[in-house]
């Protein structure tokens, strides 16, 4: 451990700020790490009780022992950031609730490290902001749309829309269990931490019910506009994910103009905690070159 990661503790870096962006005015909740001349912003999935810290705390000391500042932001309607009903596009939300957070920091340009639902939110965020971005890494998300060979929603999707409808342990255990590849790398510490995010916070949970009520398609399916998109891009995926299918990955691959991707054997919907290590090898070189 360095002295740049000795304080590395969600309560240490966690952050509260008022943001007024587009049709939000709410409070967001992130964490705030590290130094450096560029910044890296993680944006969580969708699950209920993800948050910034849950999704990448195997991610952050290796980027910020290389001497970048790191922000996890939590969502509206995630962790301790807002609630908010969403009835339009979920991708298009989320992009300005992060223009919000970069205006208040007076962050010009950052990198985009996107999980699942941030993945989407971070092609939203490049397609109505390029100059504001750097390279973008995507992992299991990107577009909402159809896969070519699995039925949507997929298993994964159902099990996680049912745990929002009906919040219990063992709901959590089987939506987990399908989230990775290796379910035994599952702990009961991780699942309980992820009941007490989960039911800590009712109301995001009716909201995300709402809002899939108003409007099912929460992402939007950017695939024609992906060729707008010319910032450097690693795609990451999953060979197993049961969440969003890997044949996603190769339409963002085919749209985008300057991606890579690869794809991991053996791994689930979490690649970079399934593959912490190689996953982090992988990104800090994307960065660096
Ligand atoms: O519905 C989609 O396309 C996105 C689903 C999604 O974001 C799921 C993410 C789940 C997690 O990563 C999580 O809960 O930690």
Same mark, same amino acid.
């Given at each position: 451990?360095?002295?740049? /990661? ?20 709410? *409070? !967001?909740?992130? +964490? ?32 910020? +022992? ?12 995630? @962790?301790? @950031? ?13 992009? +300005? ?11 010009? *340009? ?36 159809? @896969? ?17 409808? $009906? ?33 800590? *916070? ?17 992402? /939007? $399916? ?29 339409? !963002?691959?085919?749209?985008?103009? +300057? ?17 912490? $290590? ?6 800090? $070189?994307?960065?660096?070159?």
């Amino acid at each position: 451990m360095t002295a740049q /990661t000795h304080s590395l503790t969600e309560a240490a870096t966690s952050r509260l700020v008022r943001i007024r962006e587009a049709d939000l005015d709410l *409070q !967001l909740h992130y +964490n705030d790490m590290g130094e450096g001349p560029e910044t890296i912003v993680m944006l969580h999935g969708s699950g209920p009780g993800a948050s910034g810290w849950a999704n990448f705390n195997r991610n952050l000391e290796p980027l910020v +022992n290389a001497g970048y500042r790191v922000i996890l932001m939590d969502c509206p309607g995630w @962790s301790k @950031s807002d609630p908010i009903v969403c009835s339009g596009s979920r991708s298009d939300l989320n992009a +300005n609730a992060l223009k919000g957070l970069l205006n208040a920091l007076n962050l010009e *340009q950052v990198h985009l490290i996107g999980n699942s639902m941030g993945a989407h939110s971070a092609v939203a965020f490049a397609l109505a902001n390029p100059q504001r971005i750097g390279k973008l890494v995507l992992m299991g998300g990107g577009t909402g749309g159809p @896969s070519q060979f699995v039925p949507m929603p997929t298993e994964g999707i159902k099990l996680l829309q049912g745990l929002y409808r $009906d919040p219990t342990i063992n709901n959590l255990k089987q939506m987990m269990k399908v989230f990775v590849f290796d379910s035994s790398s599952l702990t009961e510490e991780l699942f309980q931490t992820r009941l007490d995010n989960m039911l800590s *916070q009712q109301k995001h949970l009716d909201n995300f019910v709402k809002s899939l009520a108003a409007n099912p398609k929460q992402f /939007t $399916d950017y695939g024609p506009r992906l060729g707008e998109i010319a910032a450097p891009a690693l795609i990451i995926w999953g060979r197993d994910d049961r969440f969003v299918p890997m044949d996603v990955g190769l339409r !963002l691959l085919w749209g985008m103009q +300057n991606a890579e991707l690869h794809i991991f054997n053996r791994c689930g919907h979490w690649a970079q905690w399934e593959h912490a $290590d190689k996953f982090n090898r992988m990104v800090l $070189d994307f960065f660096q070159h």
